[in-house]
């Protein structure tokens, strides 16, 4: 089946743009979570929702950091005024579970903000 | 606050060989502990967990170690294949927790 997309897979924005980055996760999958993954680090965990409820906001690095899941399928990462540290691959996953286990990541859209 | 370590950025092997990769980790409250392997412009995939409840886990050439003193982990692939050749993330979490903390991940290139 259908694994976990997202669009668009790359995206340049000058400092001070508003961007809107979209995840189709697994069909039925419950879970959804965001990653900020900077150049030669590993994911770091912005932000998780179960069905359409964010539940954990703890990760997004300020107000400019915005996510929703309106009807517990697609979500969207939005960045408000980039900045050039924003700049970062944006990996979105899913599960089909409540809590932990395996996570299906999706491509990841990498934002160059300039 | 790195929670999750992986102090060598890159691993040479040749072909064949055994590859072995670690992680340490400080947060004694990790139970579940996760491999992930990457290509360049994919995502993650998951290849193999462990449970703190075990010390090892092994599904056909990739074996997991778990030293819960030590809050260690390694995994081991035997024989290495060039299809091998990735970025290899280890993660943890609390095991009624969504969160994952990854490492920063280590580069793995296998020689022909």
């Not at chain 1, 259908?2 to 999958?29: E, N």
Request: net charge neutral.
């Amino acid at each position: 089946g259908a694994g976990v997309s997202q669009s668009p897979r790359y995206k340049v924005a000058k400092r001070g743009q508003d961007v809107a980055l979209r995840c189709d996760p697994i069909s039925g999958h419950v879970s959804l979570f965001w990653y900020q993954q900077a150049l030669g680090q590993g994911p770091e965990f912005l932000t998780y929702f179960q069905n359409e409820a964010q539940l954990d906001k703890s990760g997004l690095p300020s107000d400019r950091f915005f996510a929703e899941r309106p009807e517990g399928s697609v979500s969207t990462l939005k960045i408000q005024r980039t900045q050039q540290e924003d700049s970062a691959v944006y990996l979105c996953a899913s599960s089909p579970g409540l809590s932990t286990g395996e996570q299906y990541f999706g491509p990841g859209t990498r934002l160059t903000v300039t | 606050d790195q929670q999750v370590k992986q102090n060598s950025p890159s691993l040479s092997v040749q072909e064949g060989r055994i590859s072995i990769l670690n992680c340490d980790y400080t947060n004694s409250m990790f139970d579940y502990f996760l491999w992930y392997k990457k290509y360049p412009a994919e995502g993650p995939t998951f290849l193999i967990s462990i449970s703190s409840i075990k010390d090892k886990n092994e599904d056909g050439r990739f074996t997991v170690f778990l030293n819960k003193s030590a809050k260690h982990l390694s995994l081991h692939i035997v024989p290495s294949q060039p299809g091998d050749s990735a970025v290899y993330f280890c993660a943890a979490s609390l095991s009624n927790d969504y969160k994952l903390s990854f490492g920063a991940g280590t580069t793995v290139t296998v020689r022909a």
